[in-house]
Structure formats: structure tokens, C-alpha cells
């Protein structure tokens, strides 16, 4: 069974940034599609970003031009660099496995992202 890690999240002020890290159990990023999600208070679970086996990427309209996804297979890790942060984008990360852009795994604790105006 895939565990998932996420880390980095924290407390910053709009128009700060933040590096998220998402560890896997087992050699598995190299050979699948990962995606980073949040859930914001109310909310339902949204894909932000998502990163082919390939190194294709894509985003969600709401943050493309200020995230960035990213793997480094040789350490089974996925990173999503957030820049120009918004309140709104206020939530808990997480990340998951994606066969068919849709989620396979269980979902990890997430990381908790909090940006104040």
C-alpha cells in the first residue's frame, strides 16, 4: 500500500511563498502520474496541479502562473513551489498517485497552508 507524506506547508503572509514536499513509500513516482490537492474549510478536494510521468504538467486555472509542480524520481519525491500566495489559497495540501487523472491512493495527512491578507 502507497504511503504518502506531505510536508511544508505553514503560516505566510499574501504574496509569500512556500515549497511543498510529498514522499512516497516505495519506487512508485517514477512510473505514475502525481497530483498536489487542497481543501480549503467547506470545500471540496481540488486539484491544483498534476505532473505526468512524462514531466508534463497542468494546473488549475487559479493558480497556473504562480505554482509549480515538480519530481525528482531518484528520491521518490514531488514538490509543488507556490509564489505569489493569496488568502485564498488557504487550505490543506495534499498529494496523491493518479491513474486516469483520478486518485488511487489513500490520502496522507496533508500539510496545513495558511496565508493572511
Known amino acids: 500500500q502507497v504511503q504518502l507524506v506531505e510536508s511544508g506547508g505553514g503560516l505566510v503572509q499574501a504574496g509569500g511563498s512556500l515549497r511543498l514536499s510529498c514522499a512516497a513509500s516505495?519506487?512508485?513516482?517514477?512510473?505514475?502520474?502525481m497530483g498536489w490537492y487542497r481543501q480549503a474549510p467547506g470545500k471540496q478536494r481540488e486539484l491544483v496541479a498534476a505532473?505526468?510521468?512524462?514531466?508534463?504538467?497542468l494546473y488549475a486555472d487559479s493558480v497556473k502562473g504562480r505554482f509549480t509542480i515538480s519530481r525528482d524520481n531518484a528520491v521518490d519525491t514531488v514538490s509543488l513551489q507556490m509564489n505569489s500566495l493569496k488568502p485564498e489559497d488557504t487550505a490543506v495540501y495534499y498529494c496523491?498517485?493518479?491513474?486516469?487523472?483520478?486518485?488511487?491512493?489513500?490520502w496522507g495527512q496533508g500539510t496545513q497552508v495558511t496565508v493572511s491578507s
Open positions: 516505495g519506487s512508485i513516482l517514477s512510473i505514475n502520474a
Open positions: 505532473i505526468r510521468r512524462g514531466g508534463s504538467t
Open positions: 496523491n498517485v493518479l491513474v486516469g487523472m483520478e486518485p488511487i491512493a489513500h
